[in-house]
Nanobody, 129 residues
């Protein structure tokens, strides 16, 4: 059974950078599209970025993060990273990753799907001076 765990969240100043990681265990992430979502207090969850399965070079980014966020796979670690640059206060949220979700194909990220796609526990990103 695939399980996911996010890490890398922190308190950072505006303009700073972070690397979030989504580590898979139990199964390889290679066959799954993996997505990052975030949820700020009082707001609905929103898609941030996603990446298709291994061998399919397609990624997607929300308009609000294009040019600042970069998603990538780390095959050696069975992980997907989200590099975040030029952080803004509006990036403050809990960031979650998921794999095998049917939410991802409409976003242009393709891979195997799971009936009950796993989500991680989330990692907090706070951007404040």
């Amino acid at each position: 059974q695939l399980q996911l765990a996010e890490s890398g969240g922190a308190l950072v100043q505006p303009g700073g950078s972070l690397r979030l990681s989504c580590l898979g265990s139990g199964r390889t992430l290679d066959y799954y599209a993996v997505g990052w979502f975030r949820q700020a207090p009082g707001k609905e969850r929103e898609e941030v970025s996603c990446i298709s399965k291994r061998g399919t070079a397609s990624t997607n980014y929300a308009e609000s993060v294009k040019g600042r966020f970069t998603i990538s796979r780390d095959y050696a670690k069975n992980a997907v990273h989200l590099e975040i640059n030029d952080l803004k206060p509006e990036d403050t949220a809990v960031y979650y990753c998921t794999a095998g979700s049917t939410l991802l194909a409409p976003l242009g990220c393709y891979g195997a799907t799971e009936v009950n796609p796993p989500w991680g526990q989330g990692t907090q990103v706070t951007v404040s001076s």
